[in-house]
């Protein structure tokens, strides 16, 4: 197939076939530079490792899962459509993959010169669709944020605030749904957006590690959320073999900043000169659909449900463990400095912003890069230096209802910082982790419930003896 010619630019529905010509076609986009799309397009990171072992080219894809906590995903994933799942270990973790970005093109702009330039919709959200048994569920679940019971309202209000110039699109966005009138089971929200480098979407179901599953709260703002659902989904639908049918279908927005200018991804390279700055707002802005037919979007699958996969209870993230490795002799002063210094700082910072008001309640010694206890961490020549351990407090939500969330934040309790062989402070304070730029500390956070943390306070009495 060739590329989508000048005289029809677009639009096209992503993954349509014309938007998959664009992407398998060995025609240049850069003619001077001799460069087509699929030398252009650079999938990175996990997608380029998952493109390469799943063996995709640009234009093909897959859809696989794992049933286990413990996996090597590029090694272990099985071929979705047509298996039979065993879910009796409470595991089920989908990923769909392609040899492209998860941004298609919707258009093919000339540029001049003999180049060309293809431009893809910034894609935030992914439609989900589901049968069971024969039968579409139509929920219309809008997937997003740390509380995986947040109403439909709410999940769309936190994504309009927290993505990237969402307020200018979002919630209309999000509150109509697909433009074509279809019906989704859940739409799935990124505050990140799926890049040009992006290759994959992963649909977490089943998990008994939730953090594991999650992979980072921050960047799967919807994982937690998604997992509630499906629980409910499987207490719905009962007990028993059933056979299951998901489509994914990203939808993407064109729109207009603050400043007027078109926002779009230039799929396969920068854009030259002005063209597809205008193109896109004379034709692009609003939402894209991708193609209902796109090809290997589609997997159908078998599993038999027993009392504990259809009990509707959904994933719960517990605390973390206590260290096995903690110097007896250190517990006590450590948990003391724990619990003070985890209301200050980068600690306290973050716990105000997750647990308004609350005050550390119980503190976990964990273990760091070298083991459970104090430290003492070296950077160059002995310059800077300093002792630490390493540790989760633990914030209740002052609501103090059970389901309510509050924070678990790991931080570091630092002593006797040295900077150019002098001493700048002596005392124990509350610190982050180091990144790349000097002088920049950050901490872990994650939600968890007031029911949780009490567990968590009952289960290490042992410890604080």
Not at 149 to 158: L, P
Not at 172 to 183: E, N, T, V, Y
Request: aromatic content about 8%; some cysteine.
């Amino acid at each position: 197939m060739s590329a989508p010619s000048a005289s029809t630019p677009g639009p096209y529905a992503m993954s349509s076939p014309e938007s998959l010509a664009a992407v398998k076609s060995i025609a240049a986009l850069d003619k001077n530079g001799n460069k087509p799309y699929s030398r252009l397009m650079e999938l990175r990171g996990g997608s380029h490792t998952l493109a390469e072992k799943f063996r995709l080219a640009p234009g093909q894809n897959a859809f696989k899962y794992v049933d286990e906590d413990e996996c090597e995903v590029s090694r272990d994933a099985k071929p979705l459509h047509g298996a039979n799942i065993d879910v009796s270990g409470g595991e089920l973790q989908l990923w769909y993959c392609q040899g492209a970005p998860i941004a298609m093109p919707v258009a093919r702009v000339d540029v001049g010169n003999g180049n060309a330039q293809l431009v893809a919709p910034c894609v935030h959200a992914v439609d989900v669709y589901v049968e069971v048994d024969g039968a579409p569920k139509e929920d219309g679940h809008v997937c997003f944020g740390a509380d995986a019971n947040a109403s439909r309202a709410a999940s769309v209000a936190a994504a309009t605030k927290k993505t990237l110039y969402g307020e200018f699109w979002m919630d209309a966005f999000l509150k109509d749904g697909p433009k074509d009138g279809s019906k989704p089971w859940a739409t799935i929200v990124r505050s990140e957006r799926w890049s040009d480098s992006d290759g994959y979407v992963y649909l977490p179901l089943m998990a008994k590690d939730v953090d594991n599953a999650l992979m980072g709260d921050d960047d799967l703002t919807y994982a937690h959320a998604l997992m509630a659902k499906w629980a409910k989904l499987l207490k719905d639908v009962g007990a028993g073999e059933h056979e299951f049918t998901i489509s994914i279908r990203p939808r993407g927005v064109v729109f207009e900043d603050d400043d007027g200018d078109a926002r779009f991804d230039a799929v396969g390279g920068s854009s030259s000169g002005d063209e597809p700055e205008a193109f896109a707002k004379q034709n692009l802005i609003g939402q894209h659909l991708s193609d209902p037919a796109a090809p290997g979007m589609r997997a159908t699958w078998t599993m038999s449900l027993g009392a504990d996969q259809a009990s509707g209870a959904g994933p719960v993230r517990k605390a973390q463990e206590w260290s096995k490795n903690w110097p007896a002799g250190e517990v006590e002063e450590c948990v003391e400095m724990a619990m003070r210094f985890a209301n200050q700082g980068v600690c306290g910072a973050k716990a105000a912003e997750m647990a308004r008001g609350a005050k550390c309640c119980h503190v976990i010694l964990s273990d760091g890069e070298r083991g459970g206890g104090i430290k003492q961490a070296q950077y160059g020549d002995g310059e800077r230096e300093y002792d630490y351990f390493c540790a989760w407090a633990l914030f209740k939500n002052k609501d103090g209802k059970p389901d309510s969330l509050g924070a678990q934040i790991k931080f570091v309790v630092k002593r006797s910082t040295i900077e150019n062989f002098k001493e700048v402070d002596g005392d124990w304070r509350s610190g982050g982790f180091e990144g790349a730029q000097k002088g920049v500390e950050s901490v872990t956070a994650l939600t968890i419930t007031n029911a949780e943390i009490d567990a968590a306070i009952k289960r290490d009495a042992k410890y604080l003896k």
